[in-house]
């Protein structure tokens, strides 16, 4: 899922709206990890990896995973 209902802003601006996809999972405490899915307009965009309770491993697997991939098509 996105990390964000937008892209990034070049001028970071803390707001309420900006944890909507964030902040369920600090309440449920499901395992969530951010990394970059790539760029538009040079700007990068995040994607959030949610897995199931307990299951941090998982989460971190499919993160690597996904990186290896997207840095293979970058080189």
């Known amino acids: 899922m996105p990390t964000m209902l937008t892209t990034a802003l070049k001028i970071v601006d803390l707001s309420v709206g900006m944890n909507t996809n964030t902040s369920p999972f600090n309440a449920t ?8 899915a790539g760029f538009l307009d040079g700007l990068p965009v995040g994607m ?8 941090e491993l998982t989460v971190l697997q ?5 990186e290896k991939i997207r840095d293979a098509k970058l080189i």
């Open 29 to 36: 405490g499901h395992p969530a990890f951010t990394i970059t």
């Open 62 to 66: 499919v993160a690597r995973a996904y």
């Open 48 to 55: 959030m990896i949610v897995g199931r309770m307990f299951d």
